[in-house]
């Protein structure tokens, strides 16, 4: 967000560098050379309005995945409830869901927002360790459960996943 203040900053100092030329344009003889100076100056504004821009609706586009994602962690957590207790939930009702939840997570993928695809493997990058457990059979350091699932915006991480890591053993220090 210091950038956009830049920008900001920038943008009205060259404003104001228009205005200033504006008037010695009209009043002075010498109008081409500072109707030159007038476009030079509106051409530099241009890039930086498009960034403003640019930037403002990437913030709103963030707020709008970050206020989805709570719907769409409800349903993961439906979801979750439907495979602890089978028949809870009418067979109807369950599809119907799962169409409204993959419509959703096609919609955000569009738009550049796509579910992480988790590794077995701890990543600080990618996950945020809540806990820990035994888990027989599986290697220390691998995720055992998925409790929160993780986003990338782009290339960048929208929201790490949340999850419990395998510790079978204390280590004896």
Do not use: C, W
Not at 91 to 102: E, H, I
Not at 153 to 166: K, L, M, S, W, Y
């Amino acid at each position: 967000m210091a950038d956009v203040g830049k920008l900001r900053a920038e943008l009205s100092r060259l404003r104001v560098g228009v205005e200033q030329l504006r008037m010695p344009a009209i009043e002075a003889v010498g109008l081409d050379r500072t109707a030159e100076q007038l476009r030079s100056l509106e051409m530099k504004l241009r890039p930086l309005e498009q960034v403003l821009s640019s930037k403002e609706d990437e913030s709103q586009i963030r707020r709008l995945f970050k206020d989805l994602l709570i719907g769409v962690d409800s349903l993961d957590r439906v979801f979750e409830l439907m495979e602890n207790q089978p028949g809870s939930v009418p067979q109807g009702v369950m599809t119907g869901l799962q169409s409204v939840y993959q419509l959703i997570q096609d919609t955000l993928s569009r738009h550049g927002l796509k579910q992480m695809q988790i590794g077995d493997s701890f990543d600080p990058h990618l996950h945020l360790a809540m806990g820990t457990e035994p888990h027989p059979g599986r290697e220390d350091g691998k995720v055992s459960r998925i409790l929160l699932k993780g986003y990338m915006f782009g290339d960048q991480v929208f929201r790490t996943a949340q999850v419990v890591v395998v510790k079978n053993s204390e280590t004896n220090a």
